[in-house]
T-cell receptor, first 113, second 112 residues
Framework: DSGVTQTPKHLITATGQRVTLRCSPR?????VYWYQQSLDQGLQFLIQ???????AKGNILERFSAQQFPDLHSELNLSSLELGDSALYFC????????????FGSGTQLSVL | QKEVEQDPGPLSVPEGAIVSLNCTYS??????FMWYRQYSRKGPELLMY????GNKEDGRFTAQVDKSSKYISLFIRDSQPSDSATYLC????????????FGSGTRLSIRP
């Protein structure tokens, strides 16, 4: 067990809808990362938060947003969902912002129908 | 051309065999090299983390980095059925994890 908790494990929704994925990092970790994993694109970095502030952005669509709360848990919001957004979404945490070793949660499997 | 290339497999070997997993890359600025193991329906788990060139050993696992050839390897000795998983190589030019580029993964199956 990595210590990173993600909910829900599975999410099935329809195109055009909005969903929220939740992540609780390991105790003491200040950085939270969100990744998308699909068969054709592999593991893609979306966005990083460090102690409540956005620190880095990757290949995140404008329809997607995230935030990190004072208790350090993070939420990834996906809106106007399309079929192509179906994927595994992982959250990972790390102690600090640099020289990091990532600890991944078990992911949320999103299916957009 | 992708920055990191990894043979997707699947690779199937008998229990007890030595397994060699490899990745090539094109960015000569990469200095941090990692191997992650991902079981089905689980998140990736960091196995090995190396900086620059050379070898690193941890139990049955050995990671090698050859920066001159832009080639990294993970060797698994005395392979066990529990080693059956997808192995992702990953690398970065920066110590920041947001810069990590992941390979697409090699599916490994160890036959009892």
């Amino acid at each position: 067990d990595s210590g990173v908790t993600q909910t829900p494990k599975h999410l099935i929704t329809a195109t055009g809808q909005r969903v929220t994925l939740r992540c609780s990092p390991r105790s003491g970790d200040l950085s939270v990362y969100w990744y998308q994993q699909s068969l054709d694109q592999g593991l893609q970095f979306l966005i990083q938060y460090y102690n409540g502030e956005e620190r880095a952005k990757g290949n995140i669509l404008e329809r997607f947003s995230a935030q990190q709360f004072p208790d350090l848990h993070s939420e990834l919001n996906l809106s106007s969902l399309e079929l192509g957004d179906s994927a595994l979404y992982f959250c990972a945490s790390a102690e600090s912002g640099d020289n990091e070793k990532l600890f991944f949660g078990s992911g949320t499997q999103l299916s957009v129908l | 051309q992708k920055e990191v290339e990894q043979d997707p497999g699947p690779l199937s070997v008998p229990e007890g065999a030595i397994v060699s997993l490899n990745c090539t890359y094109s960015n000569s600025a990469f200095q941090y090299f990692m191997w992650y193991r991902q079981y089905s329906r689980k998140g990736p788990e960091l196995l090995m983390y190396t900086y620059s060139s050379g070898n690193k050993e941890d139990g049955r696992f050995t990671a090698q980095v050859d920066k001159s050839s832009k080639y990294i390897s993970l060797f698994i000795r005395d392979s066990q059925p529990s080693d059956s998983a997808t192995y992702l190589c990953a690398m970065s030019a920066s110590s920041s994890a947001s810069k990590i580029i992941f390979g697409s993964g090699t599916r490994l199956s160890i036959r009892p």
